[in-house]
């Protein structure tokens, strides 16, 4: 088996810990993760139509529908007709999704300080200061 190189490892590294972080706060939150995408797509975008949520999320389409029409039961969403084009369908937040995802942000304060214990403050500014140049080297590599 050849051996990864550090950068390989790091990319591996950086790609779990997303996933674990992502499981961990979920499972507290009692939410899967397209379900969060969803609201929190909204909370940014506002109101958008079925296919668009579909194309920014890259989730399937019948999945969104469900999704959608799950939330609408439970009173996250709202759902209706596009007044200019009858063929689609706009999903907006509802209060108690804006509600939902101020209690999240609540729980991912509370999970990030467990997450960072015994991580000193300039240990934290350095962590911030590498993100941030990733993601810089990342949107440079997009272009």
């Known amino acids: 088996m050849p051996q990864e190189t550090e950068s390989s490892s790091l990319a591996v590294m950086i790609t779990h810990l997303h996933r674990d972080m992502a499981r961990m706060f ?25 296919r668009e949520l579909q194309r ?23 759902r209706r007709v596009d007044p200019r084009d009858n063929r689609f369908t706009l999903v907006a937040l509802a209060p108690a999704g804006r509600e939902i995802l101020e209690k999240m942000k609540s729980l991912r304060e509370s999970s990030e300080a467990q997450l960072l214990e015994g991580i000193s403050k300039k240990e934290r500014a350095a962590m911030v200061s590498i993100i941030k140049r990733i993601q810089e080297n990342i949107s440079r590599w997009e272009k």
Not at 26 to 46: I, T, Y
């Open 26 to 50: 979920l499972q507290n939150a009692g939410m899967s993760f397209s379900r969060f995408l969803v609201l929190d797509e909204l909370r940014h975008a506002g109101e958008l139509s079925q």
């Open 56 to 78: 920014r999320l890259g989730i399937e389409g019948a999945l969104i529908t469900r999704f959608a029409k799950e939330m609408e039961k439970e009173n996250i969403v709202t």
